[in-house]
């Protein structure tokens, strides 16, 4: 209300017009949002209906044409007289010999190939040993087919060896050319042949380490294709039919496999069980229509697969078949753990890998059908058609899904040319009644302007003066008014700058920097600086010959000379008390020779004081001690205040004293900085105030003494 009540008239008119303006424009836009949201829902979940129900017909005739290959392929005669050759010849092997030699080759192919091949596909160790078959058939033909056969093991080579005599190799190899021409004609991926009495697998179409097994007590006999095969060892019915669902098979290195099986009959005499791998392409084509989801209407997200009784898939991911890397990364940010994912990425397949556990599976295999809007395996929201397809005993669910974004995509867009429509408008009607308000307003625009320019430092600022009088006169005494604070901060900058040079006179600069700062009692560390005291002798005695005006000049004029002396060498002054001299190097600014540069210092302070002695008669006597080390600094005082320096570097080289004639005397560790550059005279131990005994060496002068 308050906010309301500062408006003037012209405001409040504005902006009700606006507002109506905008109401009526977005109630309409609303309504014609709503309609098209429900119209493109309800369009896409028709679409997925018809798709879902197309897609399970379509896995259905596949799944019934697979039955009738398979019957009429093991009805054929040739495979009935191929089959009862081979298992009569299997049998014979069971005397056939195998040498220690044949074992260690066996085992060998396991241990070195087979099992580590598997481990890296499954992540899974199995023990040593665990699928060498235990019959002899089975290691004969492991080590004629395996151990001497083609490398690298894949489960899907060739099914020939060059050294098997036995009568099962030549029956093998007369017959296999034969079934293998029949396997093609029917496009099947594999054929196996299973002994019903014994349960042995005797007959491969590829080389697989299946072969030669046994089904009821072998390294396989939990597997579902074992399952399979023992449903079928008493059937006397020639059209029986049985089919596994997928698992990961382990012969195949653990890629998921399923399996059909029908009996072989020779007359009424049960002679083979043959289980035949369920091609899987013709059921990838039906499901993606050969890859082609867009031109299905499946836009760039939607896709059909089948679902398990598991409720894991039981075909591939189309976003898998698209761009496995970034459909990886996808599924690493999902909610599926990372060992999931893994098992995806090593094995390539989403088939018994990628759970699927929303309502929507769940509902498919209880036999229901219908669409849920649910989350999919990625964790990203879905439009869902669901339902069941039927063969035997193995029930499938068929999925049919689309982002949800994807599938809004349509709406989106009608919604950006609507609101692009609905802002041109608004814009139309706003910017026609903000004209005006611009126009009356615009004075006291630039005044705010010119405030905030003011305001954020800037004093250069004039408003231009408008032709109304009110606001011309605004103008005037606002120009004026920055005009008398441009002159104040000129004052004001000319009185800092005055403080600043006034400091750096009287302090070192970081000490000037300190008390700028406003840091008065901060206390300074330096770890290692070299620090000169002079005392100047004999400047009292002056005075009675002088006076004490001349004294005090003439001591002016010695630290005048000692400061330029100190300013051209890097040194910097502490401070004076009387005739005595504390200066530094090496505090404000770090110098790797600033010992160095303080004894030139010192040198210097000799030479000033031989010229004023020689130039006005006088006998003053300059004592120098010189010593380097870590300092502590800061400033003394709040309103009548000086920087000073103390510590035992300082203390000691304030306590040495000479005979009373000029001289500079150092420390040791003064010494050893600048010895191979400045001549010194023999060391002596003398007594310093309050620092005991001390090594001293004397620094001759460019005479030598």
Do not use: C
Not at 400 to 411: F, G, H, N, V
């Amino acid at each position: 209300m308050k906010f309301l009540n500062s408006l003037s008239l012209q405001s409040k008119l504005l902006a009700v017009m606006v507002l109506l303006t905008l109401a009526s424009i977005g109630t309409i836009a609303w309504i014609g949002y709503a309609s098209a949201r429900d119209s493109q829902r309800a369009a896409a979940e028709r679409q997925l209906q018809g798709l879902q129900r197309s897609k399970a017909s379509a896995v259905k005739t596949i799944l019934a044409k697979s039955r009738s290959d398979v019957l009429a392929f093991s009805a054929l005669p040739s495979v009935s007289q191929s089959a009862t050759e081979l298992l009569e010849t299997y049998r014979q092997l069971a005397d056939a010999p195998v040498t220690a030699e044949m074992d260690e080759a066996v085992r060998r192919f396991y241990r070195d190939e087979f099992d580590p091949a598997l481990a890296r596909r499954s992540a899974i160790k199995s023990p040593d040993g665990m699928f060498v078959p235990r019959t002899i058939p089975g290691r004969y033909l492991h080590y004629h087919y395996l151990a001497r056969g083609p490398r690298p093991y894949t489960g899907a080579g060739n099914l020939e060896s060059t050294d098997d005599s036995s009568a099962y190799g030549r029956a093998l190899a007369r017959i296999r050319p034969q079934l293998g021409a029949s396997v093609e004609r029917f496009g099947f991926d594999n054929v196996l042949l299973i002994d019903p009495v014994s349960m042995d697998v005797f007959y491969s179409q590829y080389a697989s380490t299946i072969l030669g097994t046994n089904l009821l007590e072998g390294p396989y006999a939990s597997s579902n294709l074992a399952t399979l095969a023992k449903a079928l060892r008493t059937t006397q019915d020639l059209d029986d039919y049985q089919m596994a669902d997928f698992e990961f098979y382990r012969p195949a290195l653990g890629s998921p496999r399923a399996f059909v099986a029908s009996p072989v009959f020779d007359g009424n005499r049960l002679v083979a069980i043959m289980a035949v791998r369920l091609p899987l392409d013709p059921i990838a084509d039906a499901l993606s229509g050969s890859r082609a989801w867009q031109a299905e209407g499946l836009g760039k997200s939607g896709e059909t697969y089948l679902l398990g009784a598991d409720l894991t898939m039981r075909s591939d991911a189309r976003f898998l078949l698209e761009d496995p890397k970034s459909f990886i990364a996808a599924l690493r940010r999902s909610s599926l753990t990372s060992r999931t994912v893994d098992e995806v990425e090593r094995l390539g397949t989403t088939i018994l890998t990628v759970p699927v556990k929303h309502a929507a599976a769940l509902a498919a295999l209880r036999g229901e059908t219908g669409i849920m809007q649910v989350d999919d395996y990625r964790g990203v929201p879905v439009f869902m058609a669901y339902g069941p397809v039927d063969l035997d005993s193995v029930r499938w669910g068929v999925i049919s899904k689309i982002d949800r974004s994807d599938a809004m995509q349509p709406l989106r867009e009608y919604a950006r040319r609507t609101l692009a429509a609905a802002v041109g408008l608004a814009l139309v009607a706003s910017l026609i009644a903000l004209w005006l308000a611009s126009v009356l307003t615009r004075p006291i625009a630039d005044l705010v302007r010119g405030a905030r320019r003011v305001s954020a430092g800037e004093l250069d600022v004039e408003v231009p003066l408008a032709q109304a009088s009110e606001y011309r006169v605004l103008g005037q005494a606002f120009n004026e008014m920055v005009g008398s604070l441009r002159t104040s901060r000129a004052e004001l900058d000319r009185q800092v700058q005055e403080t600043e040079r006034l400091l750096l006179s009287l302090l070192p600069a970081s000490a000037a920097a300190q008390m700028m700062e406003g840091r008065q009692d901060a206390r300074t560390s330096f770890a290692d600086v070299t620090v000169a005291y002079v005392s100047l002798l004999g400047i009292d005695a002056t005075s009675g010959q002088l006076g004490e005006d001349a004294s005090m000049k003439l001591l002016s004029e010695i630290v005048a000379a000692f400061d330029e002396a100190a300013e051209h060498l890097g040194v910097e002054k502490v401070r004076t008390i009387g005739s005595a001299y504390l200066a530094a190097s090496g505090l404000s600014v770090e110098r790797p020779d600033h010992t160095a540069r303080m004894v030139e210092f010192a040198r210097n302070v000799v030479r000033i004081v031989h010229r004023f002695n020689a130039e006005r008669g006088l006998q003053i006597v300059a004592e120098v001690g010189i010593n380097a080390g870590p300092v502590t600094g800061g400033l003394v005082g709040r309103r009548r205040f000086i920087y000073d320096l103390w510590g035992d570097t300082v203390k000691l080289a304030k306590g040495i004293e000479s005979d009373g004639t000029t001289s500079i005397q150092v420390t040791r560790a003064v010494y050893e900085r600048v010895r191979d550059h400045v001549g010194f005279g023999a060391p002596f131990r003398a007594e310093v105030r309050g620092m005991g005994t001390v090594e001293l060496y004397p620094v001759l002068d460019e005479a030598g003494t």
